[in-house]
């Protein structure tokens, strides 16, 4: 599985952005994709997640109500709307996907066997 994750920027307090990772390979139609960021100096830390069956979503209690993650499934594409963006967002944001992951380990990274590449978010305040 190949992850190709976009949409970076720089924006200011406030503003929003939509990131985007799209999924490749054999067995894109079955993952669950997730976004995790890591600011400087800080670990990584989970974001949200959906599940492609089912389509259920989880959030960070930091990003709930600001963050929208939704999926399309004809693109094999999963998209991070965020929105009322706060400076301590500024991170690298990271699409994440695996084929088997059960759910008390759904915020973890290490439960996730493919990752892309990784995208800027700046936000300014």
């Known amino acids: 599985v190949q992850l190709q994750a976009s949409g970076g920027g720089t924006v200011q307090a406030g503003g929003s952005l939509r990131l985007s990772c799209a999924a490749s390979g054999r067995t894109a139609s079955r993952l669950t994709i997730g976004w995790f960021r890591q600011a400087p100096g800080k670990e990584r830390e989970f974001v949200s997640v959906i599940r492609w069956s089912g389509g259920n979503t989880y959030y960070a209690d930091s990003v709930k109500g600001r963050f929208t993650i939704s999926g399309d499934k004809a693109k094999n594409t999963v998209y991070l709307l965020m929105n009322s963006l706060r400076p301590e967002d500024t991170a690298v944001y990271y699409c994440?996907?695996?084929?088997?992951?059960?759910?008390?380990?759904?915020?973890?990274?290490?439960?996730?066997?493919?990752w892309g590449q990784g995208t800027l978010v700046t936000v300014s305040s």
């Open positions: 994440a996907a695996d084929s088997s992951i059960i759910l008390s380990s759904i915020r973890q990274s290490p439960s996730y066997a493919y």
